[in-house]
């Protein structure tokens, strides 16, 4: 993988530019500060209070620089009482005054002429704080000596405010830019170091063997909260999810054997791990699984929202190649089509003839296979119901292949997850395609049933059967692997009659009411 190239102008520049400001104006006014000292002849006297500011402008600097692309208003707020407070209770005014000066012209550059008020009044009031604590006879010259200091602080740091506004507005414009640009930096050296560590059925598959080693369960289910609150299930049983209310009854009134553990996130609960076959459950061991909980829960819910991405960025990709495919290759074919044409019209050799006849059914083939790839790559899920867009799908490959389909589809309950549905859509369009190029089958059958939880799919034809895998050919692995990836089986058998049956199942799901695939359906061709 070519690493990604440094950005020039990268959306982090303007927050390095003003940390850099800052970081000037603090090591210009220390050095300031300890060469007033040695003029006035006390910097043996002062030296403590030099380093004292020096840690301070360097603990504040590492603070900045920790949040420059997020500024955060209480730094120069904290520093200016902080640094008021050591020179005037010092009655190091006259020496060290300089530096009282720092934390407005910081908040001018980097928060704007409102913080720059707010911190002035900060240090004003904190000057009065300080000298009323100490009423000495030398307090108004302490004040005196302070006062030219503040005031220089507030005209440079107003000046500073509208001067660097432009660039803050850009920083405030670039900031969600900037923490997506960080994500995803982080996430390529992880895939380029081999060890992104994001695949929830892995993780899921992990967290159900620490379970199990941990409390001695028999099995788990592992559950994640989709964004309009339901439960999906990455590991285990779906049916076990009915588990979870039982989360927030005391202990003697669940079910016996059984435990729910939350897996929880850093502001909400992100989903639970269903334990089943407890021997016996104790606070020693809830402490225990909750730590394994808290392990994999931040993990576990990046790995899920990394599959949305994913998911997202398949569909884009989809949708290009299906844009390239229509405005390149199936151009081009469709050209010679009309090459074929010229040549049937000066021609009159009947070999020739019969030639161009056969090579014209085998552009149209290609024509009509490139069309059916083309809506097999645009195809998605639409408006959430998994139903529409199988209908849709083995309509039109009836439609454009002459094969008579049969439809038996009921959805009820909850729609499933948008992932669960489009690995769904995906495994139907590999079955049904097969039955299309390799079959040879004058009917099709597709059965599907869903109740938001568990799942059937049944792809059927009466061809010439013998789906098993291919050498080179990845269509039937494809397909285990998204079955995998929604917690089903796939199962590929021959058809009772002739033919090949294709199913798709949630483990532990019932079977069809209205019977196989090949049995009584609808006929939509």
């Known amino acids: 993988m070519t690493p990604m190239a440094p950005l020039d102008t990268g959306v982090v520049r303007p927050a390095l530019q003003s940390w850099r400001t800052t970081t000037a104006v603090r090591v210009f006014a220390t050095a300031l500060t300890a060469g007033t000292a040695l003029h006035a002849g006390t910097l043996v006297a002062t030296a403590p209070l030099v380093v004292v500011l020096a840690l301070v402008a360097a603990v504040t600097s590492v603070l900045e620089w920790m949040t420059r692309s997020r500024p955060t208003h209480w730094h120069a707020v904290a520093e200016a009482v902080a640094v008021t407070s050591l020179i005037v209770a010092t009655r190091s005014t006259s020496e060290l005054g300089a530096y009282l000066a720092v934390p407005l012209i910081v908040a001018g550059v980097r928060h704007g002429l409102v913080t720059t008020l707010n911190v002035t009044l900060a240090s004003g009031l904190t000057l009065g704080a300080a000298i009323a604590a100490d009423p000495a006879d030398d307090a108004l010259t302490r004040a005196a000596d302070a006062a030219p200091w503040l005031l220089i602080g507030l005209g440079v740091g107003v000046l500073a405010s509208w001067q660097s506004r432009s660039t803050r507005t850009l920083m405030a414009r670039q900031a969600p830019h900037a923490a997506a640009y960080q994500l995803m930096e982080r996430v390529h050296e992880l895939a380029s170091s081999g060890d992104l560590g994001l695949d929830t059925a892995s993780l899921a598959t992990e967290l159900d063997a620490a379970m199990r080693h941990t409390t001695g369960c028999a099995r788990t289910t ?27 009854l005391p202990r003697a009134e669940r079910t016996p054997g059984t435990a729910v553990v939350p897996l929880r996130g850093a502001q909400q609960t992100l989903g639970y791990c269903v334990l089943v076959g407890v021997p016996r459950w104790t606070h020693e061991l809830d402490e225990r699984a909750l730590e394994v909980a808290d392990e994999f829960a931040v993990r576990l819910d990046t790995a899920v929202l990394f599959d949305d991405v994913r998911t997202f960025a398949r569909s884009e990709e989809r949708n290009r190649i299906a844009r390239e495919m229509h405005d390149g290759v199936a151009q081009e074919i469709v050209g010679l089509g009309f090459l074929v044409d010229e040549i049937e019209a000066i021609s009159d050799h009947p070999e020739t003839r019969e030639l161009v006849t056969a090579l014209r059914a085998e552009i149209t083939r290609l024509v ?20 529409a867009s199988l209908s849709d799908y083995a309509r039109e490959v009836g439609h454009t292949t002459g094969m008579r389909v049969h439809l038996s589809l009921a959805e009820s309950g909850p729609p499933l997850s948008p992932r669960h549905a489009t690995e769904v859509l995906r495994v139907a369009q590999e079955a049904i395609g097969n039955v299309r190029r ?3 089958a004058d009917n099709l059958w597709v059965a599907f049933d869903t109740d938001g939880a568990a799942l059937r799919l049944d792809v059927a034809d009466d061809g010439v059967g013998n789906a098993g895998p291919r050498e080179r050919h990845w269509g039937l692995q494809g397909m285990r692997e998204r079955a995998e990836r929604v917690g089903a089986t796939l199962d590929v058998v021959p058809r009772p009659g002739g033919g090949t049956l294709v199913t798709l199942r949630s483990r532990e799901s019932a079977p069809h009411e209205g019977g196989s695939a090949h049995g009584h359906h609808r006929v939509a061709r």
């Open 222 to 248: 592992v559950l994640v909260a989709d964004p309009d609150g339901t439960l999906r299930s990455l590991h285990g049983e779906d049916d076990l999810r009915r588990l979870v209310p039982e989360i927030h």
């Open 368 to 387: 009509s296979e490139i069309r059916l790839s083309i809506f097999d790559l645009r195809h998605e899920v639409a408006d959430g119901r998994l139903v």
């Open 438 to 440: 390799h079959a040879g």
